[in-house]
């Protein structure tokens, strides 16, 4: 069964840091691209990142340009998020999310439950 | 960035009837060269992950009831339940995954229920 399993989240300080984590199991990790997709509270999904299946490529929604790093270790079946100078509006859930159509430009078939991370003092 | 709409924001539909949810993008999302539509439907039932239903924008996903359907081209789509059933009351998005480099975007949403 292909499933995927965030972990975390949390209650973090404006200006603060965390590393969100994806395991990866029933498929094999290495052959996808694999994404991150935000949904703050009672809104819609917005896309925050990719990777390619060997790490060397990624690409990042503007608004977390520069404070966001997807990163991924393979022999680990592992997908990360680090994530800096959070702010308010970077609450969500954070879903860890497969990769699936014509290289990197994705649709998603496998979604994990998500990771609830809140930015708040 | 391709900015993508979605009407009506809610409907309500009577059970065994048909519902009709409706995408635009704000430029096309045909890829000239390989004629696919790059879109997506996706359902999401409170408390739970969206699970895809469509991509392509008419192909669907494995064990997806066929009372879902998608159709479409370039910039206006449709996501089609034949018979509305109490299970697929949840809340509806469309994505495009045209844009390059790599930077995908979903509808706002359409909440289906019952009537």
């Known amino acids: 069964e292909v499933q995927l399993v965030e972990s975390g989240g949390g209650l973090v300080q404006p200006g603060g840091s965390l590393t969100l984590s994806c395991a990866a199991s029933?498929?094999?990790?290495?052959?996808?691209?694999m994404s991150w997709v935000r949904q703050a509270p009672g809104k819609g999904l917005e896309w925050v990142a990719n990777?390619?299946?060997?790490?060397?490529?990624?690409y990042y929604v503007d608004s977390v340009k520069g404070r966001f790093t997807i990163s991924r270790d393979n022999a680990r079946n592992s997908l990360y998020l680090q994530m800096n100078s959070l702010r308010a509006e970077d609450t969500a859930v954070y879903y860890c999310?497969?990769?699936?159509?014509?290289?990197?430009?994705?649709?998603?078939?496998?979604w994990g439950q998500g990771t609830l991370v809140t930015v708040s003092s | 960035d391709i900015v993508m709409t979605q009407s009506p924001d809610s409907l309500a539909v009577s059970l065994g009837e048909r519902a009709t949810i409706n995408c635009k993008s704000s430029q096309s999302v045909l890829y000239s060269s390989n004629k696919k539509n790059y879109l997506a439907w996706y359902q999401q039932k409170p408390g739970q992950p969206p699970k895809l239903l469509i991509y392509w924008a008419s192909a669907r996903e494995s064990g997806v009831p066929d009372r879902f359907s998608g159709s479409g081209s370039g910039t206006d789509f449709t996501l089609t339940i034949s018979s509305l059933q109490a299970e697929d009351v949840a809340v509806y998005y469309c994505q495009q995954y045209y844009s390059s480099p790599p930077s995908f975007t979903f509808g706002p949403g359409t909440k289906v229920d019952i009537k």
């Open positions: 029933g498929f094999t990790f290495s052959d996808y691209w």
């Open positions: 990777i390619k299946q060997d790490g060397g490529k990624e």
């Open positions: 999310a497969r990769g699936q159509g014509d290289s990197g430009w994705n649709y998603f078939d496998c």
